[in-house]
């Protein structure tokens, strides 16, 4: 498991807007953590709930195209190519977000849409 810590999964989820009430303020829902890595967020507001996926080595492993889209996709701060993808979620049935770290800067930003669909 990655070095993922529920507040840092917390803090990097206000940089979305919730799918129903567009509000960002969210947490770790603490009764749904599994041992397969997968989390449940909850919006503070209107307590919509969503799947937080942290096991992101086993995704990368399923999906191995995914390595090569993150060498390059740009940071939307350094503009240099080449991101970590710390964790995904699925904020509803057509919007998946990727939480990523810029291996140049270490800023982090998040990516709306599924790489699945990155062309
Ligand atoms: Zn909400
Ligand atoms: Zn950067």
Redesign the pocket.
């Known amino acids: 498991m990655p070095s993922l810590t529920v507040e840092e999964v917390e803090t990097r989820l206000k940089t979305v807007p919730c799918a129903i009430c567009k509000e960002s303020s969210f947490g770790v829902d603490r009764r749904f953590m599994q041992s397969d890595g997968e989390w449940r967020g909850v919006c503070r507001k209107c307590h919509y709930s969503f799947p937080i996926y942290t096991d992101m080595e086993f995704y990368q492993r399923t999906q191995p195209d995914i390595p090569y889209r993150l060498k390059e996709m740009s940071?939307p701060?350094?503009n240099?190519r080449g991101v970590s993808l710390n964790f995904r979620i699925t904020m509803s049935v057509r919007e998946s977000i990727y939480f990523l770290t810029?291996t140049?800067?270490q800023?982090t930003f998040p990516e709306r849409s599924s790489l699945e669909a990155f062309e």
Do not use: E, I, P, S
Request: charged residues 0%; glycine residues 12%; aromatic residues 0%.
């Open positions: 940071c701060t350094c240099q810029c140049t800067c800023g």
